[in-house]
T-cell receptor
Framework: DGGITQSPKYLFRKEGQNVTLSCEQN?????MYWYRQDPGQGLRLIYY???????QKGDIAEGYSVSREKKESFPLTVTSAQKNPTAFYLCASSRPRDRVNTEAFFGQGTRLTVV | GQNIDQPTEMTATEGAIVQINCTYQTSGFNGLFWYQQHAGEAPTFLSYNVLDGLEEKGRFSSFLSRSKGYSYLLLKELQMKDSASYLC????????????FGQGTTLQVKP
């Protein structure tokens, strides 16, 4: 079945550590996105990528890094420079507008807690 | 830049109809999405509009007016399970297209 998969579902990190969140899709989507959601808040864009080996900063990129070496994969690293990393992280992928029936789907999310 | 506005909260009665509005300002509009998100879960895709008019999918319909920068999501025959947050998002054009979300509208359906 086609879909977008995030792992792990829950992640605990000690202060000062880097941690990498995985996002994989087999939908043949070109665009991929990372969002952060805090309790009771909307989704804020961290990074996004339209094609392999290219990505752009979103509205809250500080303290995060990404890579897009393969079309299927868009991992997010939360670095120690991110001062308040505890949040729900969501990855999404979308089919370009020039294809029929543009769609954009989310993974199930990773809940990161700093301990 | 992109700016999206939605009401924060709405309440409706089971069996009724509710309309959730979304206004937006974006440089280079390339479509508008609606998502449903239950507490603690990931958003699920409801609809995508890029042309003016109404798109109907069962109990849910989505409307777009590009000239007014306005969309709404219409939910008919409300059920208790429709209690959730509803997120409006715009996609801008070009090779660096961003998918930006509003704050979401929390809908509470009461018996």
């Amino acid at each position: 079945d086609g879909g977008i998969t995030q792992s792990p579902k829950y992640l605990f990190r000690k202060e000062g550590q880097n941690v990498t969140l995985s996002c994989e899709q087999n939908l043949n989507h070109d665009a991929m996105y990372w969002y952060r959601q805090d309790p009771g808040q909307g989704l804020r864009l961290i990074y996004y990528s339209q094609i392999v080996n290219d990505f752009q900063k979103g509205d809250i990129a500080e303290g995060y890094s990404v890579s897009r070496e393969k079309k299927e994969s868009f991992p997010l690293t939360v670095t120690s420079a991110q001062k308040n990393p505890t949040a729900f992280y969501l990855c999404a992928s979308s089919r370009p507008r020039d294809r029929v029936n543009t769609e954009a789907f989310f993974g199930q999310g990773t809940r990161l807690t700093v301990v | 830049g992109q700016n999206i506005d939605q009401p924060t909260e709405m309440t409706a009665t089971e069996g009724a109809i509710v309309q959730i509005n979304c206004t937006y300002q974006t440089s280079g509009f390339n479509g508008l999405f609606w998502y449903q998100q239950h507490a603690g879960e990931a958003p699920t895709f409801l609809s995508y509009n890029v042309l003016d008019g109404l798109e109907e999918k069962g109990r849910f319909s989505s409307f777009l007016s590009r000239s007014k920068g306005y969309s709404y999501l219409l939910l008919k025959e409300l059920q208790m399970k429709d209690s959730a947050s509803y997120l409006c998002a715009t996609l801008n054009s070009g090779n660096t297209g961003k998918l930006i979300f509003g704050q979401g509208t929390t809908l509470q359906v009461k018996p």
